[in-house]
């Protein structure tokens, strides 16, 4: 009886010109043909020592062959989608004046005049997630990396000039909207990230103020339905929600993305989201939201295909830093690229991260000692670790990277 090796050289030998015009008619490229049935006989060296020699080996290696080809036609549209998502981003141009339409919730019409073009920019999301959706002056500190003290303080002096200039508080003209609009979106996004990063038993506080983002988010998108960023805020919200359900295990311990299970998330959710995205590209607007989604939309087909494309996914922070720089993007994008092995890469945007800005975001600390683990810088690990630990609120997240972030892992 043949070993494994054995009959995989016999069917080389004997079957490789057929396999390679068989490959070829998919292909259209005999190069691109051979490749591909190497790779399978590379395949076939481990899987049939372990596995035994299939009935019809031919079929297997053809099989194979054939998977590998749909994969790399996979990760080329998802290049062609990265790309144009990028291309879009550098075609874009403002918004035409909103038609005219009836009066929104009246809590969206306190948000676009919370977004008062006499309000500092910086302040006009704390402010709206203060005056309309609660949330506190310290949560607040602690979301914008500020000392809570300082966004008290700033807050007190935001609300004093709306009280000053006598500001209206109703909603604006509609040609006012348009260029409000994206204050109101981040204060929606403020507010389901303060909700999110709670694990599922979190307070109902916060657990309403998620929900009540995500609804907000809803109606954003159906009443600027032709403003892309609108309808890719939702589509991002909803990729999120999708994945709830699992980011605890039975014990109610944390699950990272990576090792859920995709076949528990909810695929309806996730099918509404990839609609909201198409229609947000369809726009003649693009920005933040559009990328963040994209990025979320190809680390969820990734999983789901079992193989995440980082190629793409760096491309897309690498758009998303140009387009909307922040400390946020800075240390995920340096996240994304330490996923896909490149330490150089996430430690140089690391670098460029003001020390100051991050004293009190444990996600960066979180990342540098993955980096000096991999680095094998056994006391700069253990400094970052600690870092971390420190500035992790929920102790469940705590729980988890105590014990995951271990040197030698």
């Not at 500092?120 to 506190?136: C, E, F, K, M, Q």
């Not at 295909?305 to 400390?327: A, K, M, N």
Request: with cysteine; charged share 25%.
């Amino acid at each position: 009886m043949l070993s494994a090796n054995d009959e995989l050289e016999r069917v080389a030998r004997e079957s490789y010109g057929r396999l390679v015009a068989y490959l070829s008619r998919d292909t259209h490229d005999l190069g691109a043909a051979e490749d591909l049935l190497c790779d399978a006989i590379t395949k076939a060296l481990t899987k049939w020592p372990e596995q035994g020699i299939p009935d019809r080996p031919e079929a297997w290696l053809l099989r194979v062959a054939r998977n590998r080809l749909i994969d790399q036609q996979r990760q080329r549209e998802r290049h062609r989608r990265a790309i144009q998502q990028l291309e879009i981003a550098m075609e874009a141009f403002a918004p035409e004046a909103l038609a005219d339409r009836a009066p929104i919730d009246h809590r969206l019409s306190l948000m676009f005049a919370c977004s008062h073009p006499e309000i500092d920019s910086d302040l006009r999301t704390a402010l709206i997630l203060n005056v309309i959706l609660g949330v506190p002056a310290e949560q607040l500190g602690s979301a914008f990396l500020v000392k809570p003290a300082t966004m008290s303080q700033r807050l007190v002096r935001a609300k004093k000039r709306i009280r000053d200039l006598q500001l209206s508080l109703d909603l604006p003209e509609s040609e006012e909207q348009s260029a409000r609009l994206h204050s109101v979106l981040d204060a929606v996004y403020g507010a389901y990230a303060l909700g999110w990063e709670y694990l599922p038993s979190r307070s109902e506080n916060s657990q309403s103020l998620d929900r009540e983002a995500l609804w907000l988010s809803e109606l954003l998108a159906n009443e600027f339905a032709e403003i892309g960023e609108a309808q890719a805020l939702h589509a991002l919200l909803l990729y999120n929600e999708s994945r709830r359900s699992c980011r605890t295990d039975d014990a109610g311990a944390f699950v990272p993305l990576d090792r859920q299970n995709p076949e528990e998330w909810d695929a309806v959710l996730i099918d509404r989201a990839d609609q909201r995205l198409r229609a947000a590209s369809e726009n003649m607007t693009f920005g933040r939201y559009q990328l963040e989604a994209a990025i979320q939309s190809a680390q969820i087909e990734g999983l789901r295909d079992g193989r995440v494309d980082h190629d793409v996914i760096l491309l897309l922070y690498e758009g998303l830093l140009q387009h909307h720089p922040s400390v946020g993007a800075l240390v995920a994008y340096a996240a994304a690229a330490h996923a896909g092995g490149d330490l150089d890469l996430a430690e140089q945007l690391l670098g460029r991260v003001d020390a100051a800005t991050v004293s009190r975001y444990h996600c960066f600390w979180v990342v540098l000692a993955h980096i000096n683990r991999d680095r094998g810088n056994q006391e700069q690990f253990h400094q970052a670790k600690q870092r971390a630990l420190s500035l992790t609120t929920d102790a469940r997240m705590r729980e988890f990277l105590d014990r995951e972030l271990s040197f030698g892992n």
